[in-house]
């Protein structure tokens, strides 16, 4: 059996720590999957007198130094210090492997320049869809990505549904782990516009802002709005969707939509995510599974560890640095007669 593949996580929140317990707890199948045995060797935070985990805890800094190591995985979240970290480990030759939606979406091109980067669990957490595009879909053409890329909203609106509040479904989600650390993030759709944007750029080949995307989040989605809507039969998503054509006109916005309640779509539930995909050689795919939560998002980095230990090459990071110099292309909104009529 090949020598162990030398692994440290920056970050012990929800995800880091669901990723250290499957590391070790897990390990005789993962080294199985792998080829070789997938060693933990330390875990940065910011604060480690006193805390407790599966392996050394220490500074970010003390584990970037560590002359070891085969790969670092980021689960920190945020743009800054993460992007120096991973521009650092890159540089120094490690792999890295990120569930950072908001670092890929703005940075992930320039980065990807710079080493093997790989991001499945940035988007739609355990779906696997970022090395499906980038790999499996590589030479079709894709005209349209479409789906339900925020667990937490969906969650928020399925439990408003059944008459909870606002106020308390976002609590539950928070309480689950599924909600950004500001989860303003999720319900202002500043989230699903990042992974939108990541989506974009893998099926269209095309520099993606995600600043550029029209965002509607669903603060104010009231329950008489959700009522109304039922009435009539519709179930209220948050819906992040985009197009292109053969011109190379890119459309995108998230916000919500009527979607009708006998679509795939609209049965959608809880922390789930769906995602469809038309592509003109395979058809019209649709993608679903858990979309937030400690264990789904663990379960695509391990993916990508696993991949990485094997030297698979990195497909979707591949893809990105191929974007870097590329200037950002426009992106005009859908607006509110797409394919479901906006919410409001
Ligand atoms: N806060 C995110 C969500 C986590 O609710 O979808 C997964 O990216």
Redesign the pocket.
Known sequence: MRAPFRVAVIGLGNVGGALARRLVDDADRITMAAGRPIALEGIAVAHPEGRRAPAPLLLAAQLLAQRQLDAIVEVMGGLEPASTYISTALQAGRQVITAN?QLVAAQGPPLACLGPLRFEASVA?AIPIIETLADTLAADRIGSIMGIL???TNSILAAMAGGASYADALADARRRG???ADPSA?VDAH?PAAKLAILAMLAFRRRIDPSQIVRVGIRDVGADQIENGRRRGFVIKLIAAATTDDGGSIQADVRPRLVPADAPMARVHG?MNAIAVDAEYAGSLLFEGP??GPDA?ASAVLADLIRAAKDVPASAGSLLATLADAPPATVFPLGPTAQYPAAS
Request: glycine share 14%.
């Open positions: 939606k957490s925020n667990g937490t599924l909600a950004e999720d989230d922390a979309g937030a998002a």
